[in-house]
Each structure stands twice: as structure tokens, then as C-alpha cells.
């Protein structure tokens, strides 16, 4: 079965990014917005990328046009009826992401294919909520998902190999690289990232340095693109302390779960970049570190 008809649940950075990457691959797909509403955000994000590829010269008006008229936005789950392939991206939340997968069963066809977006839940404790655990399967994209290159493809102990087999063939035709990861929490990149970011934080906590130079050290110092703080900003607080507490439930390793700091900060509202706060504030620019950490 080829994938022609691809719906993606869920309309925030996530949902957007893989939605605009398909579309960019010259697939139909639906953007689904989970939340009730019209999805202008997400349309707007999406006008937003292709904007800038526009006026950097990078693709032609006319293509930019072409690859949003490929994505229909909604708010209605039933417009998932007829994919060939689902791919959700909700909160990092096992039971809303199980309640939804339930939900969307009953619109999608029997050979579906479902996959979860998330960063680290386990495929196999969601698989049975879709109803089809063997068409039940872990596509993690990365941020921003319209251009980083990674698909972590992880089949759960469930899942039919050749449903493994279409979904990687699948992320090539996007353009994608697929590694086959198996059925942990984390999988390889966020079991190696979310404790490096955790730890950073400790390391402000413990007031080794100051944000400028946490993240000043790991760029100039090991090379990274941006610093682990700017890193868990641009992923999203929620999203880091979601991804530590599953690590630590799952492995039962201090290390990896959240910190105080973390914790508050979540609490604040202060969630990175998608807030306009977090380690940094982005009312201006460049972003500036946040001088209202909860510290
Ligand atoms: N941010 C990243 O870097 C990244 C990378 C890979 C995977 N993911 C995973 O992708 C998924 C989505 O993450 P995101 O970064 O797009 O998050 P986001 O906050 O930008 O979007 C989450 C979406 O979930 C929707 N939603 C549905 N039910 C909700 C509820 N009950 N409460 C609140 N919101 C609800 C929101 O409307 C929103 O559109 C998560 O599973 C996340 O772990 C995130």
C-alpha cells in the first residue's frame, strides 16, 4: 500500500512542521487541530516558513503556493476518514494522546497506518488505544520537523514489520532519514538530551554559571549549534519536563527527572520560546536571558 493521504493530528510547532514537510514532498495532507477553533495559527506558522524561503531565494513564489495548497486545515477529527497514514502530535500526555488515538479510530479506515509523534512515551503502552497494534507504530520527528532530517521509527512489539517497512519508505519519500530505534522511553535522542538539558539546568540551580555562560560553554566549547538552555527553550519547557518525568518513571534514575527550577518555571507559564519566555526572553532581539528566572 502506498501512503498518498496523510492526516496529522494535533496543530502546534510539532504538527505544523511534519505537516508542511509532507506537503513539501508533494503529499496531500490534513492538519488537524485537536483543540476546537480555527486553525489560523497554524496556518499562519506555516505562511510564515515558506515566507522566509521565499524572500531568501531559496524556492519560488509560485512552489510556496503550491506546497500550503496542499494542506487542509481543520478542527474536526472526522476529516481523518481516508488516510492512508495518521500521525499524531498532541501533548505529551499518554491519556490524552490514548483517548485521541480511540477517537480516530473510528473514522479511519482498517488498513491505516497510526503513528505517534511522541518524544518519548513508549509505543507499546498507546499501540492498544488505537485499536490496530499492529498498524501501531513511533515516527519521531524533530524540531523544526520542516527541516531537521531525523525520523526515529520505532515498531513496537506489535507492530506488523511490513507496517515498519511502508512507514520507513514513507520518511525517505519525505525526504527524511529514518533510524529504526526499538520500543524505550526516549528512544536514542531524547534518552541521550532531555538529562544533558536537566543537567544543565542543575548547573544554573547550583550557580556554576549564569545562562549566557551555560550556553556561551557548550557552543564555543563542544561545538554545539546553541546551548542546552536555549535547546530546552526551543523544544519547550513543557515538553522537557514531560520528557524527564517519563525517563525517570521509566528507568527510576534521578539524574534524568526534572528540577526544582524546571518545575517552577513550568508552572510560571515560562515554557521558551512558544511562550515568549523561559531561559530567554524573546519580546526582543536577540533574545536577552530572562532576568525574572524563578531562581
Ligand atoms: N517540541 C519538540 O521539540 C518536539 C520534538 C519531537 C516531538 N515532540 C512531541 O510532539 C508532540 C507535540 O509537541 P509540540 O512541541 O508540537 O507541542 P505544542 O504545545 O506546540 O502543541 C501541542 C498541541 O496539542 C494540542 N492539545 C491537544 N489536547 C490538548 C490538551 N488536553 N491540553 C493542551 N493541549 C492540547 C494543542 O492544541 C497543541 O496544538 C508531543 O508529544 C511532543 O513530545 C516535540
Known sequence: MAIERVA???????GSGIAEA???AGIEVTLIKATPGPADQARAGIAKNLDRQVDKGKIAREHAEQVIGRITFTD?????AGADLLIESVIEDIEVKRRYFAEAAKFLG??????????TLRIGDMAPASGR???FLGLH???????????EVVPSASTDAEVTAEAVSFVERIGKTP???KDSTGFIVNRLLTPYMVDAIRCLEAGLADVAGIDTAMHLGANHPMGPLALADYIGLDIVQAMARNLLESFGQDYMGPTPLLDRMVAAGMLGRKSGRGFYDYSG???????????
Do not use: C, W, Y
Open 141 to 151: 520527528f524533530f524540531n523544526p520537523a520542516q527541516i531537521m532530517k531525523l525520523v
Open 76 to 80: 474536526r477529527l472526522e476529516a481523518a
Open 110 to 119: 482498517p488498513q491505516a497506518i497510526v503513528a505517534s509523534n511522541t518524544s
Open 8 to 14: 496529522v493530528l494535533g496543530g502546534g510547532q510539532m
Open 133 to 135: 497494534p499492529e498498524r
Open 22 to 24: 509532507i506537503a513539501t
Open 179 to 181: 533510524v529504526l530505534v
Open 285 to 295: 532581539r536577540p533574545p536577552r536571558p530572562n532576568p525574572d528566572l524563578p531562581l
